[in-house]
């Protein structure tokens, strides 16, 4: 099993600034994804990061807002630029692995935007 | 369409209950996975199980049981003799083709249980 390792655990930010996110894996892994879940719904796949190559944007997620670095295999940032309240959120880094080929996930990113 | 339906937004049950989770897909994918996933108040997923299509089999893991229907598209969770350790938000998810890219859940049920 993979352990991902997330960090700040939690953040209480300024409209306007940007957080970073880190997410460390404790196994190398091909694939890294980000994860957003807003206050009381379901999660929202943001993008798929690859080592080596740009990272895969889903509809209405972007590169300038939120930008993603993949430099290593157990290694992803994601950035979450020019905050304002709505970017209130739990984000999540999460990896595939195991032998039940499934999700392993972050303790995630708790966000608050004031 | 890919989709996964979590009907029920909140149940409250009193402890030593037992309680079914529902869970509806759509896919028009032959192969897939479908998941279970448990987010406590901590806020961490913790994977419960993981169900290919080609397997109907009822699973048991203890007081955890998942009842996998295709003809009906259901793939429902059942805690029997619920324990107040058992509250948590249960999220179904799909994933279909077998791609990890594309890993739909749904809506999440809150499940509290009330000693």
């Known amino acids: 099993s993979a352990v991902i390792s997330q960090k700040p655990s939690r953040d209480i930010c300024q409209r306007g600034t940007s957080l970073t996110i880190q997410c460390q894996v404790d196994s190398q892994v091909t694939m890294m994804f980000w994860y957003r879940q807003q206050p009381g719904q379901s999660l929202t796949l943001i993008a798929t990061?690859?080592?080596?190559?740009?990272?895969?944007?889903e509809s209405g997620f972007v590169i300038d807002k939120f930008p993603i670095s993949r430099p290593n295999l157990t290694f992803s940032t994601l950035t979450v630029s020019n905050m304002s309240p709505e970017d209130s959120s739990i984000y999540l880094c999460s990896v595939e692995g195991g032998a039940n080929e499934k999700l392993f996930f972050g303790s995630g990113t708790q966000l608050s935007v004031l | 369409a890919q989709k996964v339906t979590q009907a029920q937004t909140e149940i409250s049950v009193v402890e030593k209950e037992d309680v079914t989770l529902d869970c509806v897909y759509e896919t028009r994918d032959t192969t897939y996975y479908l998941f279970w996933y448990k987010q406590p108040p901590s806020g961490e997923l913790v994977f419960l199980i993981r169900r290919n299509s080609f397997d109907e089999q009822n699973e048991i893991s203890g007081r955890y049981s998942w009842n996998f229907q295709k003809s009906t598209s259901s793939f429902n969770f059942t805690i029997t003799a619920s324990q107040v350790v058992d509250s948590a938000v249960y999220f179904c998810a799909l994933i279909p083709g077998y791609n990890f890219n594309k890993f739909y859940f749904g809506s999440g049920t809150k499940l509290n249980v009330k000693p």
């Open positions: 990061a690859n080592q080596g190559s740009e990272a895969t944007y």
